[in-house]
């Protein structure tokens, strides 16, 4: 039988990685002297790494920590490291080298090739495109893309660097919010005085011994929880289990079967997209007109009643949000919605909802109507009841232990405030100086001329990526990409600086999310490949030519760095010790088992009032009322998203883009185990059989998806278990246009819409998308995402003096560094690793002191530290 190509590149990649002779070692195997057993640790989870005359040859797994070791770690992280996709030298566009200070002719970003250059000439160039835009257009031009932290585990992750040199340059404008939670971190702490969607979850013994019934809503923790932000060790997963064997009921609501509800025997109810509100609105008015709601806790615990039950009543809008109004607009039939409703009335009941629902115009309203209905049941703040939303990230449900973790170098503060919500980049660069609302405030985008992206893939995770290349060749001067491989974002840069994996290196990390009771040596485990720098020798070099190094690296090397973190922390043992064994773990104390998400609020709501204006939990709030919003009204409402099943075209589907299985993000696409992502080397795309059949459609044929906004191939991969109208395309696909302007990857940002969520949050909504899908007959060429660009050689080396270097960094002063107090130290140390460092006046002190409840004890801040950090902050607050 002929090999098809599916199945020959999974074999080449086999073969691949058998000729480079590596291998995965089986837990406690010993290895001969001439041998090294290395420790690291990852996203995707703690291993030692074997080395063998300086070179990778094999991973092991750390069952004793990690008992689930996933496949990304196991053979992704082999496969990669010595991928063709490495940037093994420093690179800068063609076009550009022949005329650094002219025409750079940017409109070819992503189609020619780069030229091999020497790290002097990259630095020089670099230095200069700064220089130069701070002197023509201000700091403010720099404008920072790499807002999201997750390049790798590391305390020294590249956007910490990058801050922490801009600042000291005199600052750079950056990304505000992010694209994992976006909507509901905004609203959320107006409502009930917390971020929640990064908020620990009641600890698993309370559920495993109370919880009767446990709804999902979008919620997957089966997939979601394989990664963290720091380092997985996947310990939730046996608890999840262990509470399907104990007989706790689990419900699903998802248009999709995933695989946490097949792994938990979940009931599934089929909704539309982006319908959530309605279905809990209409909960919310059964448990009313049938008298079964909270009557004293609502009295109690919750302000704003009167206007939300008007509100399901229709007093406004003259349509009762009965279950069969709800059924028109989700599918579900009305009695469905009646029996959902006084189950979870009837029973201890939790409600676990995802993230990917509030990625959706109106995010804001999903999460708030489901505190709204659990509200009303009484749920919120009992043991093994309330609503949760991080239970699928960072092993949700894991006791805190509440010890102090390692604190990293401090980004200081931004001498520029001017931001721009991560959504808007496009529409920024297109339109700078215009103004924007968020959280309350009307803001200006800053004028962006330059951008610097390091360790984070712009083109993969911006949505309408037309809109963004097309803004970017129109408005952006310079494009400076720092990573490790030829991702979509160094294709489209013009200046690409090669930096180090984390195995290149040294750093430490800890884990988990939540329960922070791990710290992770990360080991240098072999020699840099190619002529690779790692993130802190690159910023420690510009900050040399603009005259910082001192303030940059404080006369300390990257180790002495590391060791002063692993000080800073709660660990006993000597870094020494630490750093041979490769990890520390610390106790969890007993009285963390009996934690209850807003226990405290339940059972004293003066003395452990919410921080809301009312100190409760606001069913309608007058701070969103007040602002005018008219995407964001004062309550939880249902508003039909421009594109929805509601209104689309006969022919048109349901785009959701969920993470992916087998990949970070973008991590991990280069890599083998992005086979189990792929249809003949394409993304797949998740297609209902039915849906399939009527457009000739059969499992593994190439498909084409459209909308006004882009199209893309994918392939065909079908199911039963599916929504029919609905069509899953899991981003992070790498990026290469066909020449018919299709993604011939299956990148899926090139059908979604970078339209806000709304005027108060300006989140993504992604998940708000409708597009049409069909046989594909005319494909160019196989997916050449994964390979890397033409380089050409330096045909006789560069004139840096051409430049004028030296006077355009002449010109550039540095930044006047104030006396930091140690609360602001702390804060810019230990609170701002996730995304660039936020300003202390995004929200005001009494947000101030919710959100930090929740993320103090992820910081792993001690309680004097956190008492420093709540000064500097009340005295920077919104007001």
């Known amino acids: 039988m002929a090999l098809s190509r599916r199945e020959f590149l999974k074999s080449a990649l086999a073969s691949a990685i058998a000729a480079n002779g590596l291998s995965l070692f089986p837990a406690g195997q010993v290895f001969a002297d001439d041998h090294h057993v290395i420790p690291h640790a990852t996203h995707y989870g703690p291993f030692n790494a074997i080395v063998h005359e300086g070179k990778l040859i094999g991973v092991q797994p750390v069952t004793a920590i990690d008992p689930l070791p996933t496949k990304m770690l196991l053979e992704g992280v082999l496969s990669r490291t010595y991928s063709d996709t490495r940037i093994n030298y420093p690179m800068v566009r063609k076009s550009y080298l022949e005329n650094p200070l002219g025409d750079t002719k940017p409109n070819l970003r992503g189609k020619e090739p780069f030229v091999r250059v020497d790290w002097n000439t990259a630095l020089a160039l670099t230095a200069t495109a700064i220089a130069n835009t701070i002197e023509k257009h201000g700091n403010e031009a720099i404008f920072s893309t790499s807002y999201d932290g997750w390049a790798h585990a590391g305390l020294m992750r590249p956007q910490t660097l990058q801050g922490r040199f801009f600042n000291l340059i005199g600052g750079q404008s950056t990304c505000s919010g992010d694209y994992s939670a976006g909507a509901s971190e905004v609203i959320l702490p107006h409502v009930i005085g917390d971020l929640e969607v990064y908020s620990p979850q009641t600890a698993w013994p309370v559920i495993e011994k109370h919880t009767e019934l446990m709804v999902f809503i979008g919620c997957d923790p089966f997939k979601t929880n394989r990664v963290e932000y720091r380092v997985a060790d996947h310990q939730m997963h046996q608890h999840w289990q262990q509470f399907a064997k104990k007989g706790i009921k689990f419900v699903s609501i998802n248009p999709q079967q995933t695989e946490t509800d097949k792994g938990l025997g979940c009931e599934m109810i089929h909704i539309r997209p982006n319908t959530d509100v309605a279905l809990f609105t209409a909960m919310a008015y059964h448990i009313y007109k049938k008298d079964l709601y909270d009557k004293a806790y609502v009295e109690k615990y919750t302000v704003g009643f009167d206007k939300y039950r008007d509100y399901l009543l229709g007093k406004q809008d003259g349509v009762e949000k009965t279950p069969e109004w709800a059924e028109k607009i989700t599918t579900i039939k009305a009695d469905k919605i009646r029996e959902l409703a006084e189950l979870t009335i009837n029973k201890k009941t939790q409600l676990a909802a995802g993230w990917a629902i509030q990625r959706a115009q109106h995010g804001e309203m999903v999460h708030w109507a489901i505190i709204n209905y659990a509200a009303m049941a009484g749920k919120i703040g009992k043991e093994g009841e309330g609503a949760g939303f991080s239970w699928h990230y960072g092993n949700g449900g894991m006791p805190q232990s509440g010890q102090k973790m390692p604190i990293g170098l401090s980004q200081g503060r931004n001498p520029i405030s001017a931001t721009c919500p991560v959504v808007l980049v496009p529409k920024m660069l297109n339109n700078p100086g215009m103004s924007f609302t968020r959280n309350g405030e009307t803001l200006t985008f800053p004028k962006a001329k330059m951008i610097y992206n390091s360790g984070n893939n712009l083109l993969s995770h911006q949505q309408d990526t037309n809109e963004l290349i097309q803004a970017l060749n129109d408005h952006v001067d310079t494009i400076v990409c720092q990573d490790p491989w030829w991702c979509a974002a160094a294709r489209y840069a013009d200046i690409v600086l090669p930096a180090t994996t984390t195995l290149e290196r040294n ?199 459209f909308n006004e906004r882009g199209k893309l191939l994918a392939g065909a991969k079908l199911a039963d278990n599916v929504m029919p109208g609905v069509i899953y395309i899991h981003e992070g696909a790498w990026l290469q246009l066909d020449v018919y302007g299709r993604c011939n990857s299956g990148s899926v940002n090139m059908l979604t819409s970078s339209r806000p969520s709304s005027g108060l949050s300006q989140g993504t909504s992604a998940n708000t998308c409708l597009a049409y899908f069909k046989k594909c007959d005319n494909p160019q060429s196989p997916n050449k995402a994964y390979q890397p660009p033409v380089i050409e050689t330096l045909k006789k080396p560069f004139n840096i003096e051409q430049l004028g270097m030296g006077a355009a960094l002449n010109a550039i002063k540095p930044g006047h560094k104030a006396v930091e107090s140690q609360g602001e130290k702390i804060f810019y140390s230990a609170c701002t690793m996730c995304h660039a460092a936020p300003n202390p006046s995004d929200y005001t002190y009494m947000q101030w002191q919710g959100i930090t409840k929740s993320m103090f004890p992820r910081a792993g801040l001690s309680a004097s530290d956190q008492k420093l950090v709540l000064e500097y902050l009340q005295a920077n607050a919104k007001k």
């Open 507 to 705: 750093d430490i990390s800890s884990g988990g999310t939540y329960s922070n009771n791990k710290i992770y040596a990360m080991r240098q485990v072999i020699e840099p490949v190619g002529e690779s720098w790692d993130d802190y020798k690159i910023f420690s070099n510009l900050a040399f030519l603009f005259n910082v190094q001192d303030q940059f690296t404080e006369g300390k090397t990257m180790m002495q760095h590391l060791e002063d973190a692993y000080h800073s922390s709660s660990a006993t043992e000597s870094f020494a010790t630490f750093w041979d064994k490769g990890i520390t773990v610390l106790p969890t104390p007993q009285t963390a088992n009996n934690y209850v998400r807003h226990g405290d609020f339940y059972q004293d709501p003066i003395k452990h009032a919410l921080h809301t204006p009312s100190g409760k939990i606001e069913l309608y709030s007058e701070t969103i009322a007040n602002m005018q919003l008219p995407d964001c009204p004062g309550m939880p409402m249902w508003m039909p998203p421009i594109e929805w099943l509601g209104n689309a075209d006969p022919d048109q589907v349901h785009v959701l883009s969920p993470h992916p299985w087998m990949r970070l993000h973008s991590q991990m696409a280069n890599a083998d185990v992005n086979s189990y992502e792929s249809v003949d080397g394409r993304q797949f795309v998740l297609i209902n059989k039915q849906d399939a059949a009527k457009r000739g459609v059969k499992e593994g044929d190439l498909v084409e998806v």
